[in-house]
């Protein structure tokens, strides 16, 4: 089999400046023999920004294309080809298409790398206030309110600090919900726009911010919540316990009810008891009369 001497390369771009932009990024795109972009024509606009051209080919590489386009890609690469990819903006992969190209690429021994760059989970992070030693990054949540309830519920005493993305026009309703499921006293922050000339970061408790946000958000949204206290049953109120055991309720997670206990099983299958019935016992040998008490001979 001949070597593979692709490489796949995954680049940041930024998420709000452009001179957020890796040096390495411009090299890229003008070197790449094919750049795979979400978006074709935020690409084009990337690059004028930057002052460059893109010599290779350039193919859009989105959501609805991810599972089709992968295969050439994949094939290009392992025939020798240097594939680039971007995103509209961050790190490829990171709730965006990449991680297919990424899993079929690595499948084939293709060498993989990455030109890093801005994202906007360590940016509001970063800004939110909260802590950031531990910290779970959650993408989207679902559309529907019920499955976002579901969602919701499923981390309600996760202690790690939780990232999510979310669509303005959702956000009040995202906010309310996750008052209801974690508190309306959680402390959390909504960074709005970071990076671009009206970033904005509201801090505050989630009812707090859900009513700010009910009053119309505009911009890319990046949510930070403060992970679940620390305490024990014993520190928590009346109050908080009913609604901690409510939410576990309604997640299905509620103790279930035990099974009653099952028989005990037989130490041997039926019908082969190694052990003898009663009546089965064989009697104690009988001595002779003729025998009893007669002296025992010894031989010479």
Same mark, same amino acid.
């Given at each position: 089999?001949? =070597? *593979?001497?692709? /490489?796949?390369?995954? %680049?940041?771009?930024?998420?709000g400046d452009i001179a957020d932009a890796?040096? +390495?990024? %411009?090299?890229?795109?003008?070197?790449?023999?094919? &750049?795979?972009?979400?978006?074709?024509?935020?690409?084009?606009?990337? /690059? +004028? %920004?930057?002052?460059? @051209?893109?010599?290779?080919?350039?193919?859009?590489?989105?959501?609805g294309n991810e599972s089709a386009r992968?295969?050439?890609?994949?094939?290009?690469?392992?025939?020798?080809?240097?594939?680039?990819?971007?995103?509209?903006?961050?790190?490829?992969s990171v709730s965006d298409p990449g991680?297919? !190209?990424?899993? $079929?690429?690595?499948?084939?021994?293709?060498?993989?790398?990455? &030109?890093?760059?801005?994202?906007?989970?360590?940016?509001?992070? %970063? !800004?939110?206030?909260?802590?950031?030693?531990?910290?779970?990054?959650?993408? #989207?949540?679902?559309?529907?309110?019920?499955?976002?309830?579901?969602?919701?519920?499923? &981390?309600?005493?996760?202690?790690?600090?939780? *990232?999510? #993305?979310?669509?303005? @026009?959702?956000?009040?309703?995202?906010?309310?919900?996750?008052?209801?499921? #974690?508190?309306?006293?959680?402390?959390?922050?909504?960074?709005?726009?970071?990076?671009?000339?009206?970033?904005?970061?509201?801090?505050? =408790?989630?009812?707090?911010?859900? $009513?700010?946000? $009910?009053?119309?958000?505009?911009?890319?949204?990046?949510?930070? &919540?403060?992970?679940?206290?620390?305490?024990?049953?014993?520190?928590?109120?009346?109050?908080?316990? *009913?609604?901690?055991?409510?939410?576990?309720?309604?997640?299905?997670?509620?103790?279930?009810? +035990?099974?009653?206990?099952?028989?005990?099983?037989?130490?041997?299958?039926?019908?082969?008891?190694?052990? =003898?019935?009663?009546?089965?016992?064989?009697?104690? @040998?009988?001595?002779?009369?003729?025998?009893?008490?007669?002296?025992?001979? *010894?031989?010479?």
């Amino acid at each position: 089999m001949a =070597p *593979v001497t692709g /490489t796949l390369v995954l %680049a940041g771009t930024p998420i709000g400046d452009i001179a957020d932009a890796p040096p +390495r990024l %411009a090299t890229e795109l003008q070197s790449a023999d094919i &750049v795979a972009a979400e978006d074709t024509r935020r690409l084009r606009g990337l /690059t +004028r %920004a930057l002052g460059i @051209h893109t010599s290779g080919r350039v193919v859009s590489y989105f959501e609805g294309n991810e599972s089709a386009r992968t295969p050439e890609l994949v094939e290009a690469l392992v025939g020798g080809a240097r594939v680039l990819l971007v995103t509209d903006a961050g790190m490829p992969s990171v709730s965006d298409p990449g991680y297919r !190209l990424v899993a $079929a690429a690595v499948e084939e021994g293709v060498r993989v790398t990455a &030109v890093p760059g801005p994202s906007a989970v360590l940016t509001a992070l %970063a !800004l939110s206030g909260l802590p950031v030693d531990r910290f779970c990054f959650e993408g #989207f949540l679902p559309r529907k309110a019920g499955e976002r309830l579901g969602k919701l519920r499923e &981390v309600a005493d996760e202690r790690r600090t939780l *990232v999510y #993305f979310e669509a303005p @026009h959702r956000l009040d309703d995202t906010l309310a919900a996750m008052a209801e499921v #974690f508190g309306a006293d959680r402390r959390a922050a909504v960074c709005r726009e970071p990076t671009k000339t009206y970033e904005e970061v509201k801090r505050g =408790p989630l009812a707090d911010l859900a $009513a700010w946000a $009910a009053e119309g958000v505009r911009g890319e949204i990046t949510v930070v &919540v403060e992970g679940a206290p620390e305490t024990g049953p014993a520190a928590l109120d009346a109050e908080e316990l *009913v609604r901690r055991v409510r939410v576990r309720e309604e997640a299905g997670s509620g103790a279930r009810r +035990r099974s009653p206990p099952s028989r005990p099983r037989r130490a041997f299958p039926r019908g082969r008891c190694s052990m =003898p019935s009663s009546r089965q016992r064989t009697r104690p @040998h009988r001595i002779p009369e003729r025998l009893r008490g007669a002296p025992e001979t *010894v031989k010479s």
